[in-house]
């Protein structure tokens, strides 16, 4: 553990390492979070129906969640500094499989690459930033990690965008990268040179990984993967399948509206998937990340299970919105449906977590399990959307959000969250 009173060299040190570890968050989730606007190219470039599409972000997110639990073993057994740089060699392969040879068949081995590297790095990192940043310093350098999650998650689809529209159009001559891109992707193809960038992005945070000299960590009973007996415990827990089932629906909503909003613009609206499709997965992203800071401010006075309440009724309210509303209200009201999107994973998260008494940090993995929902409903939406239309496909989402809204009613947590003002007495204890 690093000291508090720490020479003026060993703060730099660890300044930095945090530093690194921000990077680290900033490459996972540009990674993640880009498949919302590459599914009208997919469809288009590999002439594949909504259902097929829909099998990438399956390969992806499958991956996720297969690789959560096991990835919490691996590294107490290699410790964090192997386990991230093999996850990140592993994404540069998964990428740079897919630009060198960007086949569908391909890409579907690629993604799952790159979701299994993804899953082992999110294992890895928070229990380092608590070690490399202090502590005390903990709670604000995680909301600060997540907003450089979001902003991620809004630059990649723009990145997407102008990376379309200027690959394959550079003078002859020209050193730029852009030129480099365009020499490396086919002409027919340039949303593949997104992928170029991936692999360098991964394989260089590879090499400084190799290279840094990162702290010592003593994992708490919440980072701990658990052993065998107490998953096995957990899985005869009604309580620990209910906040399964709430994870995934969760990130099956997330990922369910995020992947299909380009697609949707194109079919219903007539809107370029380059321009407004990519600008309103970004502004996605971007409200969701913008709606965790106004959350954070409204659980200090409102019970997290009331604020789940209303922000799943606000979700609800803007997918109508968006899926029978104008063009114009669409562009709107997708992203608001991230913004309304924006407390409900910590919201479901803590109230998981604290509504068993023992055994968090292999409830965490359980927990993170879940995050194959991302897998399982996009591919419903395009397997529905194949035969009834998209927007019909898109209506499982009220069954998503719908499970969510029910969550506030149902959850007993053994502890509440603190209020602003609030004795600790004041706070209701519930029996599980």
Known sequence: MLSANRPASAVLSSRLIVALIFAVFFCISFLTNILGPLIPDIIHDFHVSLATAAILPFCFFIAY???????????????????????????????????????????????????????????????????????EHFAFNSAFAQLIFGSASFVSPLVYAYLVSHVGHTNPGDSSLLALLTQLTPSQLPWVSIYWLFAASTALLALVMLMVRLPVVERTAEEAAGSLAMYLTLLKSRTAWLYFMAIFVYVGSEQGTADWISEFLARYHHLDPHVDGAAAVAYFWGLLTAGCLAGMLLLKFVDSRRVLIGFSLGALAALTVALFGSARMAVYAFPCVGLFASIMWPVIASLGLNSVPRHHGAFAGILCTGIMGGAIVPLIIGQLGDRWGLRTGMLVLYVTFGCILSIGFWARPLVSNALLGAKPADLPLHAS
């Open 65 to 135: 969640g297969v690789m959560s639990v096991p990835s919490g073993f691996l590294v107490e057994l290699w410790g964090e500094k192997r386990l991230m740089i093999i996850a990140f060699l592993v994404g540069t392969m998964g990428a740079l499989g897919f630009a060198i040879f960007p086949t569908y068949q391909v890409a579907t081995v690629s993604l799952f690459a790159i979701g299994a590297g993804m899953a082992a790095l999110q294992v890895a990192i928070n229990p380092l930033l608590r070690v490399a940043g202090g502590p």
